[in-house]
Protein backbone atom coordinates (compact mmCIF):
# COMPACT_ATOMS: atom_id res chain seq x y z
CA UNK A 1 0.00 0.00 0.00
CA UNK A 2 1.36 3.78 -0.69
CA UNK A 3 -0.82 4.94 1.98
CA UNK A 4 -1.83 8.83 1.85
CA UNK A 5 -0.09 10.65 -1.36
CA UNK A 6 0.02 14.05 -2.01
CA UNK A 7 0.75 16.01 -5.28
CA UNK A 8 2.46 18.34 -5.85
CA UNK A 9 5.55 18.70 -3.35
CA UNK A 10 6.22 22.40 -3.79
CA UNK A 11 4.43 25.17 -5.61
CA UNK A 12 4.93 28.80 -6.08
CA UNK A 13 2.07 30.68 -6.82
CA UNK A 14 1.29 34.35 -7.77
CA UNK A 15 -1.42 36.29 -6.25
CA UNK A 16 -5.06 35.54 -7.53
CA UNK A 17 -3.79 32.61 -9.03
CA UNK A 18 -5.68 29.26 -8.41
CA UNK A 19 -4.19 25.76 -8.12
CA UNK A 20 -5.55 22.17 -7.00
CA UNK A 21 -3.55 20.03 -4.14
CA UNK A 22 -4.36 16.10 -4.78
CA UNK A 23 -4.64 13.80 -2.43
CA UNK A 24 -5.08 10.03 -2.59
CA UNK A 25 -5.64 6.88 -0.47
CA UNK A 26 -5.58 3.47 -0.84
CA UNK A 27 -6.19 2.11 2.81
CA UNK A 28 -10.07 2.37 1.47
CA UNK A 29 -10.81 5.09 4.47
CA UNK A 30 -13.99 6.98 4.39
CA UNK A 31 -12.69 9.80 6.08
CA UNK A 32 -10.41 12.12 4.56
CA UNK A 33 -8.66 15.58 5.97
CA UNK A 34 -6.93 18.53 4.95
CA UNK A 35 -4.70 20.53 7.40
CA UNK A 36 -2.52 23.49 7.13
CA UNK A 37 0.89 23.73 9.22
CA UNK A 38 2.13 27.55 10.06
CA UNK A 39 5.63 27.51 11.96
CA UNK A 40 4.21 27.29 15.73
CA UNK A 41 1.04 26.82 15.18
CA UNK A 42 0.31 23.28 15.05
CA UNK A 43 -2.15 22.01 12.40
CA UNK A 44 -5.19 23.39 11.78
CA UNK A 45 -8.23 21.72 10.05
CA UNK A 46 -9.21 22.97 6.57
CA UNK A 47 -12.03 20.52 5.50
CA UNK A 48 -12.88 16.83 5.96
CA UNK A 49 -14.78 14.18 4.28
CA UNK A 50 -16.51 11.35 6.46
CA UNK A 51 -16.92 9.91 2.91
CA UNK A 52 -17.62 10.11 -1.04
CA UNK A 53 -20.11 12.63 -1.44
CA UNK A 54 -19.96 14.36 1.85
CA UNK A 55 -18.12 16.74 2.93
CA UNK A 56 -17.77 19.70 5.92
CA UNK A 57 -16.03 22.82 7.13
CA UNK A 58 -13.67 22.68 9.38
CA UNK A 59 -11.53 25.57 11.53
CA UNK A 60 -10.05 27.82 8.56
CA UNK A 61 -12.21 26.77 5.56
CA UNK A 62 -12.50 30.11 3.87
CA UNK A 63 -10.31 30.82 0.77
CA UNK A 64 -10.36 27.25 0.36
CA UNK A 65 -13.10 24.29 -1.49
CA UNK A 66 -12.86 20.32 -2.12
CA UNK A 67 -14.96 18.08 -2.98
CA UNK A 68 -15.04 14.06 -2.43
CA UNK A 69 -16.35 12.19 -6.05
CA UNK A 70 -14.25 8.93 -5.02
CA UNK A 71 -13.38 7.20 -1.53
CA UNK A 72 -9.87 7.30 -2.95
CA UNK A 73 -9.52 10.97 -3.63
CA UNK A 74 -9.86 14.20 -1.80
CA UNK A 75 -8.97 17.07 -3.79
CA UNK A 76 -8.52 20.98 -2.24
CA UNK A 77 -9.03 23.99 -4.60
CA UNK A 78 -7.43 27.23 -3.93
CA UNK A 79 -9.61 29.54 -5.80
CA UNK A 80 -8.04 33.22 -5.66
CA UNK A 81 -4.13 32.33 -4.02
CA UNK A 82 -3.52 35.05 -0.93
CA UNK A 83 -0.05 35.77 0.95
CA UNK A 84 -2.00 34.36 3.45
CA UNK A 85 -2.40 30.80 2.09
CA UNK A 86 1.52 30.26 1.89
CA UNK A 87 1.50 26.78 4.08
CA UNK A 88 2.14 23.85 4.30
CA UNK A 89 -0.60 21.40 3.61
CA UNK A 90 -1.16 17.77 5.15
CA UNK A 91 -3.86 14.79 3.72
CA UNK A 92 -4.92 12.46 6.28
CA UNK A 93 -6.77 9.86 6.16
CA UNK A 94 -9.02 7.62 9.05
CA UNK A 95 -11.32 4.16 9.42
CA UNK A 96 -13.92 4.51 11.32
CA UNK A 97 -13.66 2.21 14.41
CA UNK A 98 -9.92 2.89 13.73
CA UNK A 99 -9.81 4.29 17.30
CA UNK A 100 -8.44 7.88 15.66
CA UNK A 101 -6.09 7.21 14.47
CA UNK A 102 -5.08 9.20 11.06
CA UNK A 103 -2.86 8.46 8.85
CA UNK A 104 -0.90 11.59 7.00
CA UNK A 105 0.43 12.25 3.54
CA UNK A 106 3.92 13.73 3.08
CA UNK A 107 2.35 17.37 2.23
CA UNK A 108 2.94 20.32 0.18
CA UNK A 109 4.37 23.42 0.47
CA UNK A 110 3.00 25.95 -1.45
CA UNK A 111 4.31 29.66 -1.12
CA UNK A 112 2.28 32.44 -2.74
CA UNK A 113 4.29 35.30 -3.76
CA UNK B 1 -14.63 21.52 21.69
CA UNK B 2 -11.45 19.94 22.75
CA UNK B 3 -8.27 21.99 23.24
CA UNK B 4 -4.85 20.99 23.55
CA UNK B 5 -1.94 22.78 25.27
CA UNK B 6 1.65 21.58 25.11
CA UNK B 7 3.20 23.71 27.45
CA UNK B 8 6.69 24.12 25.51
CA UNK B 9 7.39 25.39 22.31
CA UNK B 10 10.84 24.33 22.61
CA UNK B 11 12.78 21.90 24.48
CA UNK B 12 16.73 21.64 24.05
CA UNK B 13 18.26 18.52 25.81
CA UNK B 14 21.92 16.69 25.24
CA UNK B 15 22.38 13.44 23.82
CA UNK B 16 21.29 10.77 26.06
CA UNK B 17 19.43 13.06 28.23
CA UNK B 18 16.35 12.11 29.98
CA UNK B 19 13.48 14.39 28.08
CA UNK B 20 9.57 14.78 29.15
CA UNK B 21 7.29 16.84 26.60
CA UNK B 22 4.06 18.14 28.35
CA UNK B 23 0.52 17.94 26.90
CA UNK B 24 -2.52 19.04 28.67
CA UNK B 25 -5.64 18.30 27.01
CA UNK B 26 -9.53 20.28 27.76
CA UNK B 27 -11.94 17.87 29.11
CA UNK B 28 -12.35 14.74 31.42
CA UNK B 29 -14.60 12.66 28.76
CA UNK B 30 -13.80 9.64 27.95
CA UNK B 31 -10.95 10.29 24.96
CA UNK B 32 -8.25 9.18 22.83
CA UNK B 33 -5.11 10.94 23.23
CA UNK B 34 -1.73 10.82 20.82
CA UNK B 35 1.74 11.98 20.29
CA UNK B 36 2.71 12.46 16.83
CA UNK B 37 6.49 12.95 15.76
CA UNK B 38 7.08 15.26 12.87
CA UNK B 39 11.30 14.65 11.23
CA UNK B 40 11.86 17.66 9.04
CA UNK B 41 10.53 17.77 5.88
CA UNK B 42 8.27 15.44 6.15
CA UNK B 43 4.47 14.26 7.52
CA UNK B 44 3.68 13.12 10.54
CA UNK B 45 4.02 9.47 11.95
CA UNK B 46 2.03 8.14 15.05
CA UNK B 47 4.14 7.67 17.77
CA UNK B 48 1.74 6.45 20.28
CA UNK B 49 -1.74 6.30 21.17
CA UNK B 50 -3.97 6.04 24.34
CA UNK B 51 -7.14 4.42 24.16
CA UNK B 52 -7.88 2.41 27.43
CA UNK B 53 -6.71 0.22 29.87
CA UNK B 54 -3.15 0.64 31.29
CA UNK B 55 -2.36 4.54 31.79
CA UNK B 56 1.22 4.10 30.64
CA UNK B 57 1.76 3.47 26.89
CA UNK B 58 4.80 2.74 24.91
CA UNK B 59 5.32 3.54 21.56
CA UNK B 60 7.63 3.59 19.03
CA UNK B 61 12.12 4.28 19.47
CA UNK B 62 11.77 3.95 23.08
CA UNK B 63 9.07 6.53 23.88
CA UNK B 64 6.24 6.30 26.10
CA UNK B 65 3.62 8.56 28.09
CA UNK B 66 1.52 8.36 31.19
CA UNK B 67 -2.50 9.15 30.72
CA UNK B 68 -3.23 11.14 34.12
CA UNK B 69 -7.20 11.39 33.70
CA UNK B 70 -7.13 13.69 37.52
CA UNK B 71 -4.94 16.06 35.90
CA UNK B 72 -5.81 15.54 32.36
CA UNK B 73 -2.54 15.58 30.98
CA UNK B 74 -0.49 13.26 28.65
CA UNK B 75 3.02 13.83 28.60
CA UNK B 76 5.80 12.55 26.64
CA UNK B 77 9.26 10.48 28.17
CA UNK B 78 12.09 9.25 26.72
CA UNK B 79 14.63 7.81 29.48
CA UNK B 80 17.94 8.31 27.30
CA UNK B 81 16.96 10.74 24.09
CA UNK B 82 20.00 10.24 21.03
CA UNK B 83 20.69 12.98 18.50
CA UNK B 84 17.85 11.27 15.70
CA UNK B 85 15.09 12.19 18.20
CA UNK B 86 15.30 15.89 17.20
CA UNK B 87 12.19 16.28 15.60
CA UNK B 88 8.62 18.15 16.23
CA UNK B 89 6.05 16.69 18.66
CA UNK B 90 2.97 17.22 18.25
CA UNK B 91 0.35 15.93 20.92
CA UNK B 92 -3.44 15.03 19.63
CA UNK B 93 -7.02 14.44 21.17
CA UNK B 94 -9.80 12.50 19.88
CA UNK B 95 -13.14 15.04 18.94
CA UNK B 96 -16.47 13.46 18.25
CA UNK B 97 -18.30 16.55 18.30
CA UNK B 98 -21.33 16.45 16.04
CA UNK B 99 -20.93 12.90 15.64
CA UNK B 100 -17.74 13.67 13.32
CA UNK B 101 -14.46 12.02 14.42
CA UNK B 102 -11.63 14.54 14.05
CA UNK B 103 -8.05 14.82 15.65
CA UNK B 104 -7.24 18.59 17.62
CA UNK B 105 -3.54 18.88 17.91
CA UNK B 106 -1.57 21.44 20.21
CA UNK B 107 0.91 24.02 18.85
CA UNK B 108 3.73 21.28 18.94
CA UNK B 109 6.97 21.22 20.55
CA UNK B 110 10.45 21.44 19.20
CA UNK B 111 13.07 18.89 20.52
CA UNK B 112 16.72 19.06 19.55
CA UNK B 113 18.89 16.97 21.08
CA UNK B 114 22.76 18.23 21.15
CA UNK B 115 26.19 16.35 21.27
Known amino acids: NAGVTQTPKFRILKIGQSMTLQCTQD?????MYWYRQDPGMGLKLIYY???????DKGEVPNGYNVSRSTTEDFPLRLELAAPSQTSVYFC????????????FGPGTRLTVT | AQSVTQLDSQVPVFEEAPVELRCNYS??????LFWYVQYPNQGLQLLLK??????LVKGINGFEAEFNKSQTSFHLRKPSVHISDTAEYFC?????????????FGKGTKLTVNP
Open chain 1, 92 to 103: ASFRTGGFGEQY
Open chain 1, 27 to 31: MNHNY
Open chain 1, 49 to 55: SVGAGIT
Open chain 2, 27 to 32: SSVSVY
Open chain 2, 50 to 55: YLSGST
Open chain 2, 92 to 104: AVSDKEGGSEKLV
